[in-house]
């Protein structure tokens, strides 16, 4: 046997690129939904929850389809934006009144 033809198994399979590619896709529609919560709640709109679990749920979707570090930053930017709408809804935020009060 040749030295050339010994293949090294680093226990690692390659994915299809279809699946990373759907998941890069999943994770950057999940962080703009989670981006998008922040901003409108800065804008004076009432902050909701479903596009910040949405985007969780797309990370986690991500993940799953093989982007796993962006699948992780999409995740935690979404928590942070259920956090920010939380402290937003209460009016913690200077500038910005609590959205329950209206």
Partial sequence: MERNAVEENTGEERE??????AGVIS??????????GVILALLGGSP??????????LGLLGYFLGARRLALVTVFVCVAALFFGLVASQGLIPGLGPFDHR
């Fill in 48 to 57: 909701g929850i479903s596009s910040g679990v949405a985007g969780i749920g």
């Fill in 16 to 21: 299809a690129p279809e699946s990373s590619l």
């Fill in 27 to 36: 994770c950057l529609i999940g962080m703009l939904l989670g981006v998008g």
